[in-house]
């Protein structure tokens, strides 16, 4: 059972453009929501995060915004460059003592120079 | 900080062999790390949940006979596939739970398995 829907699949975006990925997630268990950024053969990344108690967070050219009465949240990318390109996850963190991640289906971003 | 590796980063072997993966915590000591598997263009899902000193615990329909976790000490996770099959092949990816004011995880590089 997902509980985390991500969208768009894949995304193409031009040098200097914006990327834009949507997360909604159905449970209200979850009390912290982070995105990852994972290249081809690697591990996932902490890209930035934010709670549920904040609707906007800021680090460089990437952020996220929260909506929590629509339970929805995204990621932007600002001046996106060649670099970017690759798959992002957002996830959401379950309550409790073991922290688990519930991950979103991914997003294969490519930017184009 | 929070550097987390995982040895080998990749493993072919026969089928009905068994394989070892380890995860280590470099910098720091995780009393709480986590097993994932990705398959090719999907998402991570979460295998088990590895409690230092304790059994891990096992999501739905993950065989804990199959694949066993031994998490021994504060900065070291195994996950051994017993007698794998070639529909075992995927990518392993841990994590180690870090308790800080964030409280998050961070990823080891991922092992490739290949089962022949």
């Known amino acids: 059972q997902q509980q985390v829907k991500q969208s768009p699949q894949s995304l193409i975006v031009q040098k200097g453009g914006i990327s834009i990925i949507n997360c909604a997630y159905e449970n209200t268990a979850f009390d912290y929501f982070p995105w990852y950024q994972q290249f081809p053969g690697k591990g996932p990344a902490l890209l930035i995060a934010?709670?549920?108690?904040?609707s906007e967070k800021k680090e460089g050219r990437f952020t996220i915004s929260f909506n929590k009465s629509a339970k929805q949240f995204s990621l932007h990318i600002m001046d996106s460059q060649p670099g970017d390109s690759a798959t992002y996850f957002c996830?959401?963190?379950?309550?409790?003592?073991?922290?688990?991640?519930?991950f979103g289906s991914g997003t294969q971003l490519t930017v184009l120079p | 900080g929070a550097v987390v590796s995982q040895h080998p980063s990749w493993v072919i072997c026969k089928s009905g062999t068994s394989v070892k993966i380890e995860c280590r915590s470099l910098?720091?000591?995780?009393?709480?790390m986590f097993w994932y598997r990705q398959f090719p263009k999907q998402s991570l899902m979460l295998m088990a949940t590895s409690n230092e000193g304790s059994k891990a615990t096992y999501e739905q329909g993950v065989e804990k006979d199959k694949f066993l976790i031994n998490h021994a000490s504060l900065t070291l996770s195994t996950l051994t596939v017993t007698s794998a099959h070639p529909e075992d092949s995927s990518f392993y990816i841990c994590s180690a739970r870090v308790i800080d004011f964030i409280d998050t995880q961070y990823f080891g590089p991922g092992t490739r398995l290949t089962v022949l």
């Open positions: 934010i709670r549920p108690d904040v």
């Open positions: 910098d720091f000591q995780a009393t709480t």
């Open positions: 996830a959401a963190r379950r309550k409790g003592s073991a922290r688990q991640l519930t």
